[in-house]
Nanobody, 124 residues
Framework: QVQLVESGGGLVQAGGSLRLSCAAS????????MGWFRQAPGKERDFVAGISRDAYSTGYADSVKGRFTISRDNAKNTLYLQMNSLKPEDTAVYYC?????????????????WGQGTQVTVSS
């Protein structure tokens, strides 16, 4: 098992930046595929970005491509999401998730473990 704790959310103006972190504990972090998802009020939880175990492969939702960057530091057991050029429509609770499968996935059902989420609010 792995425990995930997100941090780094907050209130930012449109055009600003935030970096989210997800600290993992428990089973070896490097054995998990990782992903970021987000959920806005009244909407479903959507895929944001995914990264393979060795960080060789990454993928992004079209809505964040070119603005967000996912990365991981397996030595520090930490996942990151650098968010630049933020827009009001990026406002949501952001969750990190871990999967025991290889590769990365856009389907939330492929992920076994979830953090509690961190709120990101972008004002216009």
């Amino acid at each position: 098992q792995v425990q995930l704790v997100e941090s780094g959310g907050g209130l930012v103006q449109a055009g600003g930046s935030l970096r989210l972190s997800c600290a993992a504990s428990g089973r070896t972090f490097s054995t998990y595929t990782m992903g970021w998802f987000r959920q806005a009020p009244g909407k479903e939880r959507d895929f944001v970005a995914g990264i393979s175990r060795d960080a060789y492969s990454t993928g992004y939702a079209d809505s964040v491509k070119g603005r967000f960057t996912i990365s991981r530091d397996n030595a520090k057991n930490t996942l990151y999401l650098q968010m630049n050029s933020l827009k009001p429509e990026d406002t949501a609770v952001y969750y990190c998730a871990a999967s025991t499968l290889y590769g990365w996935y856009t389907n939330s059902a492929r992920y076994n473990y979830w953090g509690q989420g961190t709120q990101v609010t972008v004002s216009s």
